[in-house]
């Protein structure tokens, strides 16, 4: 592996973790407790 390859799979994974805190707070604002 390159150090690029390197680079590109820890970018994934932050982006990956800002896409799952962001789909969370979503999910959270969206639906309403009743469905709990």
């Known amino acids: 592996m ?3 390859s ?3 799979i820890q970018s994934k994974q ?3 973790e ?3 805190k962001r789909q969370k ?3 959270s604002k969206k ?3 009743k469905q709990h």
């Open 25 to 27: 707070g979503d999910h």
């Open 2 to 4: 390159t150090s690029n």
């Open 14 to 16: 932050a982006k990956d």
């Open 31 to 33: 639906l309403p407790n």
């Open 6 to 8: 390197i680079e590109q």
């Open 18 to 20: 800002q896409n799952r």
